[in-house]
């Protein structure tokens, strides 16, 4: 099956730092990738939707210069959370789905945790 | 290890009719249910969560209730309409942090 992996799996940083949050595609070549945050006791909620090669989209309420993403290629996305607060302390979880159809499974990766101090 | 199952995997129903969607899980230690949907090529959208200590949750005319010993969460769907047209994903929290992402069911609503 198809996999998706994710690092770090857990990042402690301090407030005002940058941290870099890598998803992979490991056997196919992921198309859009998506990315999703869950605050504690609350749902996963999409943050934004990529396309390999285009800018993302993001949704509303989500700042797209303090969350950078890049899908430079068909196996990986990043998601670079930019002058870190503690507010921004999440588990941040991103999908990919391959092929042409839209109607392609997602496939989840095993998430990362941010801690901001 | 956590297993999430949904039945069933695809639905057709006419519009107005109200409908259940099931998802069953082996470890009843969960921390947490969500339910979401999913339209095509699109990413998920949070409909229900259900923390482990509660029963159910509705929102308009949803309705997601949560039985942790029987391993089981149905939503329910009142009136549906064309709109409701998705794939519905059950999603389960282990305590250990992880998701466990049932494989859906596919809804039809004729109009």
């Known amino acids: 099956g198809a996999v998706v992996s994710q690092h770090p799996s857990r990042v402690i940083c301090k407030s005002g730092t940058s941290v870099k949050i890598e998803c992979r595609s490991l056997?196919?070549?992921?198309?859009?990738m998506f990315w999703y945050r869950q605050f504690p006791k609350q749902s996963l909620m999409l943050m934004a939707t990529s396309n390999e090669g285009s800018k993302a989209t993001y949704e509303q309420g989500v700042e797209k210069d303090k969350f950078l993403i890049n899908h430079a290629s068909l196996t990986l996305s990043t998601l670079t959370v930019t002058s870190a607060h503690p507010e921004d302390s999440s588990f941040y979880i991103c999908?990919?789905?391959?092929?042409?159809?839209?109607?392609?499974?997602?496939?989840f990766g095993p998430g990362t945790r941010l801690l901001v101090l | 290890k956590q297993e999430v199952t949904q039945i069933p995997a695809a639905l057709s129903v006419p519009e107005g009719e109200n409908l259940v969607l099931n998802c069953s899980f082996t470890d009843s230690a969960i921390y947490n249910l969500q339910w979401f949907r999913q339209d095509p090529g699109k990413g998920l959208t949070s409909l229900l969560l259900?923390?482990?200590?509660?029963r159910e949750q509705t929102s308009g005319r949803l309705n997601a209730s949560l039985d942790k010993s029987s391993g089981r969460s149905t939503l329910y769907i009142a009136a549906s309409q064309p709109g409701d047209s998705a794939t519905y994903l059950c999603v389960v929290r282990n305590y250990g942090q992880n998701f466990v992402f049932g494989p859906g069911t596919r809804l039809s609503v004729l109009p």
């Open positions: 999908s990919a789905r391959g092929g042409q159809k839209l109607q392609e499974t997602q496939y």
């Open positions: 056997d196919f070549q992921a198309t859009t």
């Open positions: 259900i923390q482990s200590s509660q």
